[in-house]
């Protein structure tokens, strides 16, 4: 089963969130509202979908790059971990 597929509800859930945050930013921009206002809204929702975006990834190299199901040997786990650590730290 495809991680996506696993984690549907907790992926859709995020993504409803960012929906909410995109229209925050539609409205901030319709009600002309200070651009440090916006910016801000802009940056949170950049975060959520990096956030978003690192899920993704990590689940798939959980499950497609070091195949549970085929036992992978401990330097490929810590090799799987490190770049997880590098993903995530590159998404902040």
Do not use: F, W
């Not at 910016?39 to 990590?58: K, P, S, Y």
């Amino acid at each position: 089963m495809a991680h996506t597929i696993r984690d549907k509800k907790k992926l859709l859930n995020r993504v409803r969130r960012i929906r909410g945050q995109v229209a925050a930013i539609e409205k901030a921009l319709v009600e002309e509202r200070d651009a440090s206002a916006i910016l801000q809204t802009i940056a949170a929702c950049r975060g959520a979908i990096n956030g978003l975006m690192a899920e993704v990834i990590e689940g798939h190299i959980r499950l497609h790059i070091i195949d549970p199901t085929k036992k992978p040997t401990a330097n490929q786990v810590e090799a799987a971990e490190e770049l997880i650590d590098v993903v995530r730290s590159y998404l902040k």
